[in-house]
DNA sequence: GTCGGCTGTGAAGATCCTGTGACCATTTGC
DNA sequence: GCAAATGGTCACAGGATCTTCACAGCCGAC
């Protein structure tokens, strides 16, 4: 099983309300040519890629966790229909286009009935490539909606977004939506300070106003509830001149350990504006019918 | 506007619960040789269509609640895109396989990123046609699932997909579809919190536009049955600015618990099997690679 | 220690959101 | 055609939330 691993490590959580538009694909191929062009695009994407010269049993496309594979049937030889079938099987919530050479109706209707979300056929320009695995990305996470989102703990508090709530022993905090908003950006950003500008502007969408105390004023709600359902911890500490941090700390003296909220990789998975945009049309010559 | 129309009344309903291989769909075209093959083959497979020859606007569209359209852009003139781009917007569930003629990548591609789902250039063989617009129709579909019978019990609850009610110690709360296709998707969410736009999106088809009450108004609705006939227990909770979430809570005082509705395993699965399936290839010669 | 600026705090509107009942349009059943 | 059922809109009222303001306390600089 060759593979180069062009992929970095886990994707930048851009916080609650950020976008990350980058996806992690695969591309099973041989067409060295072929790679390298869409390898070179991708890159330039930021997505995160792996190359991949052999079939690869499902379990081990699982572990992988692909928003979608780019496939060429032909690398897989005559066992290419089970192999896509079982794949499907396995992974309903992965991408597949087939990109592949000259094909018969019969053969296309085959994969896309078996599974496949799109085929392509070879030669084929990288960027409709592209373009076809963000489309076939796109349609398969709108309904899932949310970020599935495991809940992120810190000291004794676990903040859900998908009840957009944070609760203590079971209890829940009862936060307004933008204190929620808030906790949850603050939580996100891991125990680094976050200066009031920029949470204002994550929060509120736009630059905040010179002698705006928006952002403490809901710090101070937000202690107050935190202090009231943990009371032997502090969470959110003030930066004289700068911002806001938050971590967990306990104030009982044997332990006094600061714990930043622990954040699993999924976080912030949602897809505004993941196309690349315009100033990539650009690049081509789109005329009209 | 000439419009021949084959379908008859409603399709199976594309709420949560809507179960059916049937589809519904539009074809925006003026190739008659290509419409009449197509139809015939539409026909045959039990799907309820319609012929479009002209554009129509968008929310003309909204009413005709499609699972998808096949569209020639050449059709639509210079306002292609534009066209397209505002249908994508307003129906985002909407299944857009643009098919027609010959065309520079640049096209292709801008036409995916504005929203459409699959590009096919003419001339095509009509099984291919088939085969993208289910595929298309099976990746948004995917996690709404099929709700194979298992009736799914919330508190004094029993929502019953196969038939289309809600049940509460065996008496029907005659629920009307949307009240039903309301509290069904709640309560598959599993104690999730549900944005008023994710419920409108999910159960009109289209997206919200600012100011409708139409999901309040259908909670209301809703909550007075539930109240009406399991007075003991309050099910939809309001987040404010946020949306509603489904839970059953007790009232007695001895047991306040939260239960998230029961679901079974089954529920979100894969929907294999609703494609026509192997007996249709044998009417193609399917080869190996 | 003093001073200016920054932050914490409480409260008072202003604003936005939801619940509700009434009303109208459309569809369905007779 | 008529009546009932259903879906959807509207305006109003009450409540929840947000924003603003003034003042007090705190911090760091000199």
Same mark, same amino acid.
């Given at each position: 099983m060759t593979e180069s691993i062009t992929a970095r490590d886990? @994707? /930048?959580?851009? *916080?609650? *309300? *950020? /976008? $990350? $538009?980058a996806l992690r694909i695969a591309v099973l191929d041989r067409d060295s040519g072929f790679i390298q062009v869409l390898s070179k695009r991708l890159d330039r994407l930021g997505w995160e890629h792996r190359v991949l010269a052999s079939p690869v049993p499902a379990d081990a496309v699982v572990s992988m966790r692909l928003s979608a594979l780019v496939v060429d049937l032909a690398v897989l030889g005559p066992q290419a229909w089970e192999w896509l079938e079982r794949l499907c099987g396995a992974l309903p919530d992965l991408g597949i286009v087939v990109c592949t050479g000259p094909s018969t109706v019969a053969q296309r209707v085959r994969g896309l009935r078996l599974g496949a979300d799109d085929w392509i056929t070879k030669p084929c320009h990288p960027e409709e490539v592209i373009a076809r695995v963000q489309s076939v990305v796109r349609r398969r996470r709108r309904p899932s909606g949310r970020t599935e989102a495991k809940p992120v703990m810190a000291g004794e508090v676990e903040i859900r977004s998908d009840r957009f709530q944070a609760f203590v022993g079971g209890e $829940? &905090?009862? &936060?307004t939506r933008r204190e929620f908003e808030l906790i949850e950006l603050l939580a996100a950003a891991e125990g680094r300070v976050l200066e009031r500008e920029e949470i204002y502007s994550r929060l509120w969408g736009y630059t905040m106003v010179r002698g705006d105390r928006s952002v403490d004023v809901f710090v101070r709600k937000l202690r107050q509830k935190l202090e009231k359902a943990s009371p032997r911890w502090r969470y959110i500490h003030t930066h004289f001149g700068i911002g806001y941090r938050f971590a967990a700390e306990s104030l009982d003296v044997d332990q006094d350990v600061e714990v930043p909220a622990a954040l699993p990789?999924?976080? @912030? /998975?949602g897809d505004e504006g993941? &196309? @690349? *945009?315009p100033q990539q049309d650009r690049e081509l010559t789109t005329d009209a019918f």
């Open positions: 886990e @994707a /930048a959580p851009s *916080g609650p *309300g *950020g /976008a $990350s $538009s $829940s &905090l009862d &936060l990789p999924e976080w @912030a /998975a993941q &196309l @690349a *945009g």
